[in-house]
């Protein structure tokens, strides 16, 4: 079965400092990977996807993720954070059949002045 | 901006309601579900359809059932709503494609007291 770990529940970071968010996941082929942020009260939005190809894919508002398949790892970074980037940050990883989407439990990021 | 809608966005409402979460999209999507999330989880299916007069239950065990009588409109339905309801729903939208990335409504909390 399809799963996806994020073992960072909450990041703290200084506004202009570098960002990365983890994510693993379990798949047994290809995997289509995506990442989502959620700002408070709101759904969630997508950032960047990641089907095949270049390893590295550039999302919107800065972010991109790179994909390893030997580490089944599929982290988000962003090199420099703003404020705005405050929010929770979900990974995504959908199955086989495109069914269904598996999502980790999130990473709250706290972007301090 | 949101191409999918859902109304309303905060409930509070005694045990034993009837209560309809509505969601709407504009995109003509075939494919929509129903999320329920909590905090600190990942989000879970709980139902989905692709398409008129389909509709599917997803992983998680719901009370809920849902109907696609139109494509643009996806509501879900509690007859008795009991405390254990008490979550944000979201619900979502995408293409028919394998793969295609999920377009999020803002959600519904709803409190069940």
């Known amino acids: 079965a399809q799963s996806v770990t994020q073992p960072d529940i909450h990041i703290t970071v200084s506004e202009g400092a570098s960002l990365e968010l983890r994510c693993n996941y379990s798949y047994g082929a290809t995997p289509y990977l995506f990442w989502y942020v959620q700002s408070p009260g709101q759904g969630l939005q997508l950032l960047l996807k990641?089907?095949?190809?270049?390893?590295l894919v550039q999302g919107i508002k800065g972010f991109e993720a790179e994909f390893k398949r030997s580490q089944s790892s599929f982290n988000l970074r962003k090199p420099s954070v703003h404020w705005s980037d405050a929010a929770e940050y979900f990974c995504a990883v959908v199955s086989n059949t495109g069914n269904q989407f598996y999502f980790g439990t999130g990473t709250s990021l706290t972007v301090i002045p | 901006e949101a191409d999918i809608y859902q109304t309303p966005r905060y409930l509070v409402i005694g045990t034993g309601k009837k209560i309809t979460l509505e969601c709407s999209q504009t995109?003509?999507?075939?494919?929509m579900y129903w999320y329920q999330q909590d905090p600190g989880m990942e989000l879970h299916l709980i139902h989905y359809?692709?398409?008129?007069?389909?509709?599917e239950k997803g992983d998680l065990s719901s009370e809920s059932t849902v109907s696609r009588i139109r494509t643009e409109h996806f509501p879900l339905t509690l007859e008795s709503a009991r405390p254990s309801h008490t979550s944000q729903y979201l619900c979502?939208?995408?293409?028919?494609?394998?793969?295609?990335?999920?377009?999020f409504g803002n959600g519904t909390r709803l409190t069940v007291t």
């Open positions: 995109m003509g999507h075939d494919k």
């Open positions: 990641y089907f095949s190809g270049d390893t």
């Open positions: 979502a939208s995408s293409e028919p494609e394998y793969n295609s990335p999920l377009h």
């Open positions: 359809s692709y398409g008129v007069n389909s509709t």
